[in-house]
């Protein structure tokens, strides 16, 4: 069952290249009952055109992510790319954003800070840091008890 905070409000932005990394955020999302609000993209240049309402997603509706979950290493345009490109939009900048990596680097944390991102999570994700970063910026209110202990054995 889908939350009723998202049911009615915006989607979820995924931008994750990795099939695996996205199986396993979607998973998390799923079992939220998150997952029919979701959108995929697989680069950086198709989350850009998502965002911005060009090329194929020209016609979509006018809600804007929820939040963004983005994969900090993408082809071609990658994760800060898109993070500068989100937070330097005035109609855009608003939209919380969540990076993924498996990168140990400090420097790409200290950059994505600088553009005012909102979380890391490192990779592979651990499903309460998912459910506890969208918590913390209020898009998936508490996990009701029963849930709770089954995603504890997840």
Known sequence: ?????????????????????????????????????????????????????RGPHARREARDPAVMLLDLTLPGIDGLEVLAAVKSDPLLRVTPVVMLTASPAESERVRAYELDVNAFLVKPVEPEAVRAALRDLGVLGPVPSARRRAFSAA
């Open 1 to 53: 069952m889908a939350d009723p905070k998202l049911a009615d409000s915006n989607p979820i932005l995924l931008v994750e290249d990795d099939p695996g990394d996205a199986a396993r955020i979607l998973a998390v999302l799923e079992g939220s009952g998150l997952a029919d609000a979701v959108i995929l993209c697989r680069d950086g240049a198709e989350a850009l055109e998502y965002l911005c309402r």
